[in-house]
């Protein structure tokens, strides 16, 4: 039915082609389509119309050989699909916040941060933070009046030393009768 040195036979249309007009099938013993690319895309359009489906939009870009993921096909790459999909930014809107930000996160101040973080109820951006930051936030719900509570909490709760004999020190906190474990 073919020959690999100058093509295959195509069902419908008979005459020999290249092979590099048949998509790759891993599935098939000669790891060929069945049909050839044209009419392939003959075969798909007709389906289409004829089950009221409307005809598959064409990419702007022209796909370069052997790249047939649409993540990169159709946004340039993950990250950039990730980002407009999710968040409606791209790279280049994510890379002028870092810059407006100096390069870090707009929290701790740590550098190389990699998380956009966006209101949850609003859907809009708020600022890039690191792994640490973005999550501390997630853990709060996003609540201003959780963070405050939490702020309270380690102001009150924080052990510190006090001096009861010249040379002696106790730990004691503000809010807790109760020393530290030993352990601690």
């Given at each position: 039915?073919?020959?690999?040195?100058?093509?295959?036979?195509?069902?419908?249309?008979?005459?020999?082609?290249?092979?590099?007009?048949?998509?790759?099938?891993?599935?098939?013993?000669?790891?060929?389509?069945?049909?050839?690319?044209?009419?392939?895309?003959?075969?798909?359009?007709?389906?289409?119309?004829?089950?009221?489906?409307?005809?598959?939009?064409?990419?702007?870009?022209?796909?370069?050989?052997?790249?047939?993921?649409?993540?990169?096909?159709?946004?340039?790459?993950?990250?950039?699909?990730?980002?407009?999909?999710?968040?409606?930014?791209?790279?280049?809107?994510?890379?002028?916040?870092?810059?407006?930000?100096?390069?870090?996160?707009?929290?701790?101040?740590?550098?190389?941060?990699?998380?956009?973080?966006?209101?949850?109820?609003?859907?809009?951006?708020?600022?890039?933070?690191?792994?640490?930051?973005?999550?501390?936030?997630?853990?709060?719900?996003?609540?201003?009046?959780?963070?405050?509570?939490?702020?309270?909490?380690?102001?009150?709760?924080?052990?510190?030393?006090?001096?009861?004999?010249?040379?002696?020190?106790?730990?004691?906190?503000?809010?807790?009768?109760?020393?530290p474990s030993p352990r601690s």
């Open positions: 039915m073919f020959d690999l040195r100058s093509g295959k036979v195509r069902p419908q249309c008979k005459p020999a082609l290249p092979l590099t007009e048949f998509h790759r099938d891993r599935r098939r013993v000669d790891a060929l389509a069945f049909y050839c690319k044209a009419c392939a895309t003959a075969r798909s359009e007709e389906s289409r119309r004829r089950r009221g489906i409307a005809p598959q939009k064409r990419s702007p870009v022209p796909v370069a050989e052997g790249l047939k993921e649409t993540r990169q096909r159709l946004h340039g790459g993950s990250r950039e699909y990730h980002l407009r999909r999710r968040y409606g930014v791209g790279q280049k809107e994510f890379d002028e916040l870092l810059a407006e930000q100096g390069g870090v996160c707009a929290i701790c101040g740590g550098a190389d941060p990699q998380h956009l973080d966006h209101d949850h109820r609003t859907g809009w951006v708020r600022g890039i933070l690191c792994f640490n930051c973005n999550g501390g936030l997630g853990q709060f719900r996003d609540s201003p009046t959780r963070l405050a509570r939490a702020i309270t909490y380690l102001r009150g709760t924080t052990w510190q030393r006090a001096l009861i004999h010249p040379g002696v020190y106790q730990m004691c906190s503000p809010t807790r009768g109760r020393p």
